[in-house]
């Protein structure tokens, strides 16, 4: 028995190749392509919907699929945990409805993030660097948001104090952004797609965490996976992680 796809998004960089992988799996019939100014109707008869579009959209088109019944897999970032926390009981009064939000499907960047909450309570310090293609429309980037989120929770339960920083004078932000206490900078650059690098600092060493993805099927395996699998994941999960069973 196949599964029915429908891609929200689906004329974007993202959509596009989510829609291809959809069209290439066996066991998938991609069965509606959706852009902005589009109605989702009945989403083309969809068991599952994948979104990849920008969040002011994502947040509606979700709660319509979730309405009507359908799984969704989002992948358009900035979903915080508060957003999702406002979805769950609408899910949850659904009963079987899954949806599953990963903030990246590729299979590196979500080792890449489990790693870094692993390192983290080893190291005084710690900073992120997100590397992306300048079409790219957030800053910071969902995974540095996550990443940081996750090392910010697990330097606390380890009761790891402050990143140490002399700054006093900083009118520019050059030290970037601050999330849970973690530094996130943001690159944009031609030619790049999507990198990242966690720095962590002790006395007398570094290490370095870095994931790149050079093209955008990287993330295909993550997303198919995710599409396979919503379905036996009632509620909001959030990250790829629960999926693949990390
Ligand atoms: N989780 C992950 O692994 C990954 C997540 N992303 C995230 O996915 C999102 C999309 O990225 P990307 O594909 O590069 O961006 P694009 O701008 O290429 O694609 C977004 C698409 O969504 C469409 N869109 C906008 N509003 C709506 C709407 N209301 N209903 C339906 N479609 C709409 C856009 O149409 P139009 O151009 O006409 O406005 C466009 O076709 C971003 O948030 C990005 O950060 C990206 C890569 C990996
Ligand atoms: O916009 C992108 O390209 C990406 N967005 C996601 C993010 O914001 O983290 C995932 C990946 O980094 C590519």
């Known amino acids: 028995m196949t599964t029915k796809v429908a891609v929200i998004g689906a004329a974007g960089r993202m959509g596009s190749t989510a829609c291809d992988a959809v069209e290439g799996a066996a066991d998938l019939e991609l069965v509606g392509r959706y852009d902005d100014g589009d109605d989702l109707g009945d989403l083309g008869g969809a068991d599952v919907a994948i979104d990849f579009t920008v969040l002011a959209a994502s947040e509606g088109n979700v709660r319509q699929c979730v309405e009507r019944g359908v799984h969704v897999v989002v992948g358009t970032s900035g979903w915080t945990d508060a957003k999702a926390e406002e979805l769950r009981s609408e899910v949850e009064a659904k009963g079987d409805v899954g949806v599953l939000i990963a903030p990246n499907f590729a299979i590196g960047a979500v080792l890449m993030m489990k790693f870094a909450e692993q390192a983290a309570r080893f190291y005084e310090s710690v900073e992120v660097i997100e590397l992306h293609h300048p079409r790219k429309v957030d800053a910071p980037s ?55 690098e966690v720095l962590l600092g002790n006395e007398g060493e570094m290490l370095t965490i870095r994931h790149d993805s050079f093209d955008r099927v990287s993330f295909m395996p993550g997303v198919l996976a995710g599409v396979r699998e919503v379905g036996k994941h009632p509620g909001v999960t959030v990250g790829l992680e629960h999926v693949l069973g990390l």
């Open 142 to 196: 969902g995974t540095a948001t996550r990443t940081a989120e996750l090392i910010g929770a697990a330097r606390q339960e380890a009761g790891v104090g402050p990143v140490p920083d002399a700054t006093t004078k900083d009118p520019d932000g050059a030290r970037g952004a601050t999330v849970e206490g973690v530094p996130v900078h943001a690159v944009r650059l031609r030619g790049l797609v999507a990198h990242q």
